[in-house]
C-alpha cells in the first residue's frame, strides 16, 4: 500500500518540478519567430551565409584583377644604387696580373607604359631609361660622371600561331564572375533550405515536448481514476499496473522530448549566430501560400537562371581553349621590333641634344623538327578531353533537367498530401477528445482510449513532417530556379554585378 501511495503521488511531484522548470525558462530571454524571420536571420548572420558573401566578394576582386590586365600598366624600374668597391684582377698586355682599386656606383632607372593587345596576344609599350655612372677613382681631367639613357623608345613583342591567353580570358572570365554571382543566389537560398530543416527539427521537438507534457498529464489523471475504481473493485490488479507503467513510459518520454528539445535549440542557436542561452519560440508556418507550379516554366526558368547553365558553357570555353593552346604549343614564333633613340653624355641634360637613333627588329623561332609525335598526341589529348567535355555537358543538362522535373512533381504531391495529413490530424485529435471524455463517464475502456492517443500522436507527427516536407521543398524550388513563385519575382537579375 505504501508502494502505491508513493506512485501516485510521484507524477504531481514531476509536474511540481517541471512546472518550476518551465517558469525558469519563461524568465529568460525567450526569442520568437517564424519561419521566414528564422531564415533572414540565418542570411544575415549565419557562418555559412558569411562564407558564401566571402566567396562572392573573392570571385568580384578576381574578375577586377582579370579586367585589370587589359588596361596600361604604368610601370617604374631602377637600381639606385649600386655602390661596389673592390681589387679587381687586371690582365695586362704582357699576361701579368695587375690588381687595381675599383670605387663607383651605378644607377639606373626606366619608367615604361605597356599596353596588352587583346585581339593578337602581343604587348605594345612606350619607354624612357637613364643610366648614371660614377667612377671616385678617375684619373686628374677624366669627368667623374657619365650618363647614358634612351629618351624614348617604342617596343612591340608579338607571338605569332601562338597561344592568345587573353583572347579566351575575355571569353571564360566573364562567364566565371557570372557563374560565382548566381552561385552566391544559390548558397543563400541553400541556407534557406537547412535552416528550415534545423526549424522543424525544433519544431518537432517542440510539439513532442507538448506531446509528452499532455501525455504525461492525462496519464496520471487516467492513473488517479483507475486507483479509484481499484478501490471500488472495478478495475483489476493487472490493469491498474498497465496503468501505471504508461505512467513511468511517459515520463521517459517527458525526459527524451526535453533532450531533443534541448539539442535542438543549441544547434539552431550555433546555425543562426544566436547566444547558446537563447531560448526560442517558433511559430508553426501552418498558413500555406498559395500558388501554382508549371513543370515547363520552373525548367525554362532554372535554365534561363542557374549558375550551372553558365557553367556548361565555361567549361566547353575551356576545353576549347586547351586545343588552341596545344596548337600554339606545337612551335613557337615572336616577333620583336623597337625603335627610338639613345645617347651618352658626361652630363643630364647633354643626352636629350642630338640623340642617335636606335633600331630592332628580330624574329625568334623554335620549331621542331623531330619530336617523336609529341605534339599530335598533346594535340590528341587536348581533342579527346573537348569531347568528353561536350559529352560530358550534354549528360549534365539531361540530368538537369531531370532533376528539375522531379523536385517540382514532388513539390506537387506534397501539397496534395499536407492537406490529406491536416484534416487526418484535426481528425485524430478530435476522436481523441471525445474518446477520453468518454473513458471519464465509464462508456470507453483504457485500451480504447490508449488507441486513439496513438494515432493522435502518430497523425500529429504526420502532419508536421509533411509541413516540414513542403517549406524544405518551397526552398528548394527557389534555389533550383532561382525564383519567387509565390511573388513572380526573379531571385537574381544578371545585369547586377553586385
Not at 541553400?190 to 513532442?208: G, H, K, W
Not at 493487472?238 to 504508461?246: G, S, Y
Not at 526560442?280 to 515547363?296: A, G, Q, Y
Amino acid at each position: 500500500m505504501k508502494i502505491r501511495i508513493l506512485l501516485f503521488f510521484k507524477p504531481f511531484l514531476l509536474l511540481t518540478i517541471l512546472g518550476s522548470t518551465i517558469n525558469f525558462a519563461s524568465g529568460q530571454d525567450v526569442k520568437t519567430f517564424t519561419l521566414q524571420e528564422l531564415v533572414q536571420q540565418a542570411k544575415d548572420n549565419s557562418p555559412r551565409a558569411l562564407q558564401a558573401k566571402t566567396q562572392r566578394e573573392n570571385s568580384y576582386w578576381r574578375y577586377r584583377l582579370f579586367k585589370s590586365n587589359y588596361n596600361p600598366q604604368l610601370r617604374l624600374s631602377g637600381t639606385i644604387p649600386q655602390y661596389y668597391q673592390e681589387y679587381n684582377n687586371i690582365t695586362q698586355p704582357d699576361g701579368s696580373i695587375e690588381f687595381i682599386e675599383v670605387k663607383q656606383n651605378l644607377m639606373d632607372l626606366g619608367l615604361g607604359l605597356e599596353q596588352v593587345i587583346g585581339a593578337t596576344g602581343g604587348t605594345v609599350s612606350v619607354n624612357t631609361s637613364t643610366n648614371r655612372f660614377d667612377n671616385f677613382l678617375s684619373n686628374p681631367g677624366t669627368p667623374q660622371t657619365r650618363y647614358s639613357g634612351v629618351p624614348i623608345s617604342v617596343a612591340l613583342q608579338q607571338p605569332i600561331f601562338a597561344y592568345n591567353r587573353f583572347k579566351w580570358d575575355k571569353k571564360i572570365q566573364p562567364l566565371l564572375f557570372e557563374e560565382s554571382k548566381r552561385e552566391y543566389v544559390q548558397d543563400m537560398e541553400q541556407v534557406s533550405v537547412f535552416v528550415t530543416q534545423l526549424y522543424f527539427d525544433y519544431l518537432t521537438a517542440q510539439v513532442n515536448y507538448d506531446i509528452a507534457t499532455t501525455n504525461l498529464k492525462n496519464t496520471e489523471n487516467i492513473y488517479s481514476i483507475e486507483q479509484k475504481r481499484n478501490k471500488l473493485g472495478v478495475t483489476p490488479e493487472d490493469e491498474l499496473l498497465q496503468v501505471e507503467l504508461q505512467v513511468l513510459n511517459a515520463r521517459q518520454a517527458m525526459a527524451e522530448a526535453q533532450l531533443s528539445l534541448e539539442s535542438a535549440s543549441f544547434s539552431m542557436n550555433a546555425f543562426i549566430g544566436l547566444n547558446q542561452s537563447s531560448k526560442l519560440n517558433l511559430i508553426s508556418p501552418v498558413d500555406i501560400p498559395e500558388f501554382d507550379v508549371d513543370v515547363e516554366q520552373a525548367i525554362s526558368l532554372a535554365f534561363q537562371n542557374r549558375s550551372e547553365v553558365i557553367g556548361f558553357d565555361r567549361q566547353k570555353n575551356q576545353a576549347e581553349a586547351e586545343v588552341a593552346q596545344a596548337k600554339g604549343d606545337r612551335f613557337q614564333v615572336q616577333l620583336n621590333a623597337r625603335y627610338g633613340y639613345n645617347n651618352a653624355a658626361f652630363s643630364f641634360p647633354d643626352l636629350y641634344q642630338n640623340p642617335n637613333t636606335q633600331a630592332l627588329v628580330s624574329l625568334n623561332l623554335s620549331v621542331p623538327i623531330l619530336d617523336w609525335g609529341r605534339n599530335k598526341a598533346r594535340m590528341s589529348v587536348a581533342m579527346a578531353n573537348q569531347e568528353l567535355v561536350n559529352y560530358t555537358v550534354e549528360q549534365e543538362q539531361i540530368n538537369f533537367q531531370e532533376n528539375i522535373f522531379t523536385k517540382v512533381k514532388n513539390f506537387i504531391n506534397i501539397k496534395e498530401r499536407l492537406n490529406v495529413t491536416k484534416v487526418a490530424s484535426d481528425v485524430a485529435q478530435r476522436r481523441y477528445d471525445i474518446a477520453l471524455s468518454r473513458y471519464q463517464t465509464g462508456n470507453v475502456t483504457i485500451s480504447n482510449l490508449n488507441i486513439a492517443q496513438s494515432e493522435k500522436d502518430t497523425n500529429k507527427r504526420a502532419f508536421y513532417e509533411s509541413l516540414r516536407d513542403f517549406w524544405v521543398a518551397y526552398y528548394e524550388l527557389r534555389s533550383l530556379t532561382l525564383y519567387d513563385f509565390e511573388k513572380g519575382e526573379l531571385l537574381y537579375i544578371p545585369e547586377a554585378e553586385n
